[in-house]
C-alpha cells in the first residue's frame, strides 16, 4: 500500500505540469454599488465581535457486503463536511456532501435543520454536493438504491457534522485568493466521423480554470478550513462498480492530510454543466472490461464504450483489478495536482478578515418549460411541446469581502462567467448543484442552444429566459449585500 501511494505521488508530481500557475488574486475590498438597496436584515443571537469557525468532516459512505471496497485509496470514502461560522450574531455555514446530488426535498429538510440547529436563516447555509458519478453504493447496477437522498441521511449527517464544527468554534481570519488549474475541457463537441454533436473534450469550448479558495485560519496562521470552487465533472468513476467521490474527495482528504488532519477542505462546483476531465481514458478502460471491449492503451471514444453499459445494452461484468487501479491512481492524482494547487493559493493567502459581515439571500428563477417529445440522445434536433413553467433556485452568500453566488442546477461555463463579470465584488465565487435540484436539467448558456448533445436536448427549459434570469437575480442580491455592508 505504500509503494502504490508513492507510486502516485509520483504520478502527480509529474502531472503537476498541467496546472497553469497564473498570479494569485489575493483579497482586495469590494466594489460597491451604486444602486441603492435596503440593509441587510440584523439577527442576535450572540455578542461575540470576533469571527469564530469551527469545521467538521462526517462518514457517509454506503456499503454493500457483496462488493467490498479495496480500501486502497482515501476516495474511496465517502464524506459530509461542515463549516460553521459566527460573527456578531449572525451564523451561517458552508456544507458540501460526496453525492451526485441532493434532491430537492432532501435539501429541504437538511437546511430546515441546519438552520434550526444555528438558529440563523436558511439563507446563510450553503448546502452542495460534489456531483461524484461514482458516489453511489458499490455493484453492477446502473442506477442503484438512492441512499444519499433517502430521507433523513444527509439531515443526520449534516447536524453532525454542524454540532462537531459548533462545538470547536474558535477566533478566526479569513481571506480569498484564486490560482488555476488546467485539467478540465468542454466537452460539447462535433464528431469528427459523423460530423454531429457528441460529449468528447472540446479543447477550443469554454471552460473556466480557475481555483477559488476561502480560507479560514487560526490568529498564528494556522488552517481551520478551506472552501473550494473547480469547474470539472467528477465522471471518471461512472458505472465503474466501485464506490468513489472521485478527484472532489481525493482533493479534499490531500490538503486535509496535508495539514495533519487539523482542518477540513469542502469541495464545491463552479460551472461545470458543460465541462469534463481532460482525460477519460482509465474510467473508460473500466467501461470497456465491464462490457468485453478490447483495451488497446490508446484513448477510445467515450460514448462509444459507455453507452452499451449505461443502457442496459450489455450485461456489465467485474471490471479487471488492473484497469480499476489504474482508474483509481488516476483519481487519486488528480485530487493530489488540483490539492497542491489549493495548497499553494493558501500558502500565499492574507487571512487578516476578522470581522466580516455575514448576510444571505435567496430567489427563484422562474422560466418558460418544454416537454420533450423523442428521446435521442444526442447529434440531431429535438422534438418538444410547451411545458410547466421551471422554477431555478438561486442564492447569495456574503462572508466579508466574499460573495458566494449559487445556483441549485448544473450552469454552463458562459453562465457562470458572467455571474462573476457582472458582479459589484471583484471576489465572486460560483456555487452549482446548491439550493437543491432545480426541475430543469443542465442549463445551457444562450450560444450553446444549438448544440445538439445529450445536456441541451435534455434540458426541461426554453431557450432565452434561463441565462438572464439567473445572472441578473445573483447579481441583483450581490448588489443589495455590497452595498449594505
Known amino acids: 500500500m505504500k509503494n502504490r501511494h508513492a507510486r502516485v505521488a509520483w504520478i502527480a508530481a509529474i502531472a503537476a505540469s498541467a496546472l497553469a500557475l497564473s498570479p494569485l488574486v489575493t483579497t482586495a475590498n469590494a466594489a460597491v454599488s451604486s444602486q441603492s438597496a435596503a440593509a441587510p436584515k440584523k439577527d442576535n443571537q450572540s455578542d461575540k465581535d470576533t469571527l469564530q469557525v469551527g469545521a467538521a468532516r462526517v462518514d457517509i459512505t454506503p456499503t454493500d457486503p457483496k462488493y467490498p471496497a479495496l480500501n486502497e485509496y482515501d476516495h474511496e470514502k465517502l464524506n459530509l463536511r461542515a463549516i460553521v461560522f459566527e460573527n456578531h450574531g449572525h451564523r451561517g455555514a458552508l456544507i458540501g456532501a460526496d453525492t451526485v446530488h441532493i434532491d430537492a426535498p432532501i435539501f429541504t429538510e437538511t437546511i430546515k435543520a441546519v438552520a434550526a440547529e444555528l438558529k440563523t436563516s436558511p439563507s446563510n447555509i450553503i448546502v452542495s454536493s460534489t456531483h461524484a458519478h461514482s458516489a453511489v453504493v458499490p455493484g453492477p447496477a446502473v442506477s442503484g438504491p438512492a441512499w444519499g437522498n433517502a430521507p433523513g441521511y444527509l439531515a443526520n449527517a449534516a447536524l453532525k457534522a454542524v454540532k462537531e464544527a459548533e462545538s470547536d468554534m474558535e477566533p478566526a481570519l479569513m481571506g480569498y485568493s484564486t490560482g488555476s488549474a488546467d485539467l478540465n475541457v468542454n466537452r460539447d463537441a462535433i464528431d469528427?466521423?459523423?460530423?454531429?454533436?457528441?460529449?468528447?473534450?472540446?479543447?477550443?469550448?469554454?471552460?473556466?480554470?480557475?481555483?477559488?479558495?476561502?480560507?479560514?485560519?487560526?490568529?498564528?496562521?494556522?488552517?481551520?478550513?478551506?472552501?473550494?470552487?473547480?469547474?470539472?465533472?467528477?465522471?471518471?468513476?461512472?458505472?465503474?462498480?466501485?464506490?468513489?467521490?472521485?478527484?472532489?474527495?481525493?482533493?479534499?482528504?490531500?490538503?486535509?492530510?496535508?495539514?495533519?488532519?487539523?482542518?477540513?477542505?469542502?469541495?464545491?462546483?463552479?460551472?461545470?454543466?458543460?465541462?469534463?476531465?481532460?482525460?477519460?481514458?482509465?474510467?473508460?478502460?473500466?467501461?470497456?472490461?465491464?462490457?468485453?471491449v478490447p483495451i488497446t492503451g490508446y484513448e477510445m471514444t467515450r460514448e462509444k464504450v459507455e453507452q452499451p453499459v449505461r443502457d442496459n445494452v450489455v450485461t456489465p461484468v467485474k471490471p479487471s483489478d488492473k484497469s480499476v487501479h489504474q482508474l483509481f491512481d488516476y483519481i487519486q492524482s488528480l485530487g493530489i495536482v488540483l490539492g497542491e494547487e489549493v495548497i499553494r493559493i493558501m500558502s500565499h493567502t492574507k487571512a487578516n478578515e476578522g470581522n466580516p459581515t455575514i448576510w444571505g439571500a435567496s430567489d427563484t428563477v422562474t422560466c418558460p418549460g418544454r416537454t420533450r417529445l423523442d428521446n435521442a440522445r444526442e447529434g440531431v434536433p429535438g422534438v418538444y411541446t410547451d411545458g410547466p413553467d421551471v422554477d431555478i433556485p438561486t442564492g447569495m452568500l456574503g462572508i466579508g469581502d466574499v460573495a458566494l453566488a449559487n445556483v441549485g442546477a448544473e450552469i454552463y461555463t458562459r453562465i457562470g462567467e458572467r455571474i462573476k463579470a457582472q458582479s459589484p465584488m471583484k471576489n465572486t465565487m460560483v456555487v452549482t448543484l446548491a439550493e437543491g435540484k432545480a426541475a430543469s436539467g443542465y442549463i445551457p448558456d444562450e450560444q450553446s442552444w444549438d448544440h445538439q448533445t445529450f445536456q441541451v436536448l435534455g434540458s426541461k427549459l426554453k431557450p432565452g429566459c434561463a441565462e438572464d434570469g439567473i445572472a441578473d437575480s445573483t447579481t441583483h442580491m450581490i448588489q443589495t449585500y455590497a452595498h449594505s455592508r
Open 192 to 292: 469528427p466521423t459523423t460530423g454531429k454533436w457528441t460529449q468528447a473534450a472540446n479543447p477550443d469550448g469554454p471552460t473556466d480554470k480557475a481555483v477559488a479558495v476561502l480560507s479560514f485560519a487560526h490568529p498564528d496562521g494556522s488552517p481551520i478550513a478551506a472552501y473550494v470552487t473547480y469547474a470539472m465533472h467528477p465522471v471518471n468513476g461512472y458505472l465503474g462498480y466501485y464506490t468513489s467521490g472521485d478527484f472532489p474527495a481525493a482533493m479534499s482528504r490531500w490538503v486535509e492530510q496535508s495539514f495533519n488532519d487539523k482542518m477540513v477542505t469542502v469541495f464545491a462546483q463552479n460551472a461545470s454543466g458543460d465541462v469534463n476531465p481532460l482525460w477519460l481514458r482509465t474510467g473508460t478502460n473500466v467501461l470497456a472490461s465491464e462490457s468485453g
